[in-house]
């Protein structure tokens, strides 16, 4: 006789995506781990709670390299959920799991949607996959964004109609628009978006990111602190300037 | 219907049960029925500044467990017939208080108070969003320093997401309570200023109460600051406060900034 399940019950399998942050190090793993402490600890709890990942694509080392980079994090409180690129010859026991197919979430943006650029350029538009574009999502907040609190919107733009405070952040896949005073930490085209802009009407931010490049507080000429102010990206470089 | 206020803050020792007794007992003083809650379970407090320690049988855990009737554990004050408190348990732990219990005895104080005040305790966690949970006002009491701002500004997030009001889609009316203002310092340069916190917080300002040793002399003799002696700076400023819950519309001084302009530019110079 077969064997007959008697609890009817299914089983609930759901999925969920969460923005994982991505580290690439390179080396000497000595200085980048000094950038990496520097950034954590003006940007206190950034990575409390966060789901990490540790890409190591193209990094020339071994297994013995790979764990006693794994210690340093955990030292730190970073928990690495998984590894990407490694050979599966330098992974061992007791490592986070190798992760695959984890693109970028970027990727799929843009072959989903060509390019923002091509909202300045129609006529190069028609050459694109025109049917298939979806208009960029935005977001409104009408409220200060408070302490401890995340807005996070991968889909595009997050404009918010107040301030950002000391603590909480804003994570856009977009540009970043702030119509008060940005305390808090500013993070435009987190998935991958070089083009990504923040704009806020006051700079007291304590961290700002666009396409993963950094710029803390201390980095910021003080003739920026308090006006109002636009990032962007020239090539690694983040630039600042006053808006009148 | 009664309406219920939070005083709430998120950090801890900024005056949420001085501020909680001194507006209880001003507002029980224009007629008005109050009683005052604490939430603060297992570090009971509102009793001794309210000088009624010694009156306590019942308290909020008992009533939550049935063990006694609200009627049994509301005690009356001694100066003030309409202003009543309802005391917390000390030995109990927190997790003596259950979102059902706690909603059956706010409803109940609802039907027969005018307010219901009640008292948070510190932190961000279940005794602090229990104690918010079925308010229609909140009084954020905050210090003019920076990590109370902050915990200040977290505590706004909770009241606009953790609240049956806020499930329900409606909106807190949250006011600021600014405590233990310190106009030396202030000139000195060492504490936020008035507007740096408003700025930052941004909810209306129902009163700033300046640091003075009249709040520790009423704790000591259990009589709220507004009780003790209703014409010293910090129960003036309460009363105010109190006027501003209650719907009247006052200009706010910022303590210690009576003197003329001469006094203010030889202050600021001197910064
Ligand atoms: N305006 C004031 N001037 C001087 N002292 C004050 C003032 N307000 C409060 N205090 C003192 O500060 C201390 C803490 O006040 P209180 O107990 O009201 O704070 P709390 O926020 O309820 O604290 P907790 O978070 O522990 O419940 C007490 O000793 C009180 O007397
Ligand atoms: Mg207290």
């Known amino acids: ?244 | 219907m009664g309406k219920v206020i939070v005083v709430t803050s998120g950090k801890g020792g900024v005056g949420k049960t001085t501020s909680s007794a001194a507006l209880g007992a001003a507002l029980a003083h224009k007629g008005d029925r109050v009683v005052i809650v604490d939430f603060d379970v297992g570090l009971r407090n509102l009793d001794l500044v309210m000088g009624a320690e010694r009156r306590v049988v019942y308290d909020l855990v008992n009533v939550i467990q049935g063990e006694a009737k609200l009627s049994q554990a509301l005690i009356r004050d001694k100066r003030l017939e309409t202003l009543f408190l309802l005391p917390a348990s000390q030995t109990r732990d927190k997790d003596a208080l259950t979102p059902e219990g706690v909603e059956t005895v706010i409803t109940e104080l609802k039907r027969v108070f005018d307010w219901v005040i009640c008292d948070s305790p510190a932190g961000i966690e279940r005794g602090a969003t229990l104690a918010m949970r079925h308010a229609d006002i909140a009084v954020v009491v905050t210090n003019p320093e920076v990590s109370s701002v902050r915990d200040s500004d977290r505590i706004i997030g909770l009241l606009d997401a953790k609240t049956a009001k806020a499930e329900r889609g409606e909106r807190i009316e949250k006011h600021l309570l600014l405590t233990r203002y310190d106009s030396n310092r202030a000139e000195r340069g060492d504490m936020l200023k008035v507007d740096d916190v408003l700025e930052i917080l941004s909810i209306p300002l129902i009163g700033i109460i300046p640091e003075s040793m009249d709040v520790l002399r009423a704790s000591n003799i259990g009589a709220p600051v507004t009780l003790a002696d209703a014409r010293s700076a910090p129960a003036m400023a309460y009363f105010d406060a109190a006027r501003r819950l209650a719907g009247e519309v006052l200009p706010i001084t910022i303590p210690g900034e009576k003197r003329g302009i001469f006094g203010k530019i030889f202050g600021r110079k001197a910064a």
């Open chain 1, 1 to 244: 006789m077969t064997k007959v399940l008697t609890d009817a019950r299914s089983i609930r399998i759901k999925g969920r995506s969460f923005l994982a942050v991505v580290l690439s190090p390179d080396l000497p793993f000595d200085d980048w781990l000094a950038r990496l402490d520097d950034l954590a600890a003006r940007s206190a709890g950034f990575f409390l709670g966060r789901p990490v990942v540790l890409d190591v694509t193209d990094l020339p080392i071994d297994r013995a390299q790979l764990k006693e980079l794994l210690a340093e994090f955990s030292q730190r409180n970073v928990s690495i959920m998984g590894i990407e690129g490694a050979r599966p010859s330098i992974l061992g026991q007791g490592m986070p799991p190798a992760l695959k197919g984890g693109r970028p979430v970027s990727d799929e943006a843009v072959a989903k949607e060509p390019v923002i650029e091509l909202q300045n350029n129609p006529a190069d538009s028609k050459s694109a996959v025109v049917e298939s574009r979806q208009p960029l999502q935005s977001i409104i907040i009408r409220e200060p964004v408070r302490s401890g609190q995340s807005v996070i919107f991968p889909e595009g733009d997050v404009t918010v109609i107040g301030s950002v405070a000391s603590g909480a952040e804003v994570i856009a896949g977009g540009s970043v628009h702030i119509y008060g005073t940005l305390r808090g930490r500013a993070m435009a085209g987190s998935v991958g978006n070089a083009s990504a802009r923040i704009f806020c009407r006051k700079m007291e931010a304590e961290l700002l990111a666009i396409d993963g490049i950094y710029k803390m507080a201390e980095d910021m000429a003080p003739s920026l602190r308090g006006k109002p102010v636009q990032l962007w990206l020239e090539g690694d470089t983040i630039m600042a300037e006053t808006l009148i």
